[in-house]
Nanobody
Framework: QVQLVESGGGLVQPGGSLRLSCAASGSIFSRVAMGWYRQAPGKERELVAAIGSIRSGGSTNYADFVKGRFTISMDNAKNTVYLQMDSLKPEDTAVYYC?????????WGQGTLVTVSS
């Protein structure tokens, strides 16, 4: 079973940047699309960004609320998906997770907490 481990979260001021990493325990990106999701306290988990499998060309799509601020990418050699987050807002505060897209195939990792606050 593939395991996903998220890292890179932390406390950042509004307008700041963070880069999240999602390391997979196996070589999966050639055949599956991946997504970054987030869950804020008291809210449902929602999709933030997705990237297609390498076989499909690795196209990206973003939720409207992060377009122009976040960038998803992958490094197949490192079995890692990244989420570069710029111009962070307090409403971006959440636990961020990665998993396959559009359906969840692997067990959820522990996530990484992002807190945007002054």
């Amino acid at each position: 079973q593939v395991q996903l481990v998220e890292s890179g979260g932390g406390l950042v001021q509004p307008g700041g940047s963070l880069r999240l990493s999602c390391a997979a325990s196996g070589s999966i990106f050639s055949r599956v699309a991946m997504g970054w999701y987030r869950q804020a306290p008291g809210k449902e988990r929602e999709l933030v960004a997705a990237i297609g499998s390498i076989r499909s060309g690795g196209s990206t799509n973003y939720a409207d609320f992060v377009k122009g601020r976040f960038t998803i990418s992958m490094d197949n050699a490192k079995n890692t998906v990244y989420l570069q987050m710029d111009s962070l807002k307090p409403e971006d505060t959440a636990v961020y997770y990665c998993n396959t897209y559009p359906t969840y195939v692997f067990p959820w990792g522990q996530g990484t907490l992002v807190t945007v606050s002054s």
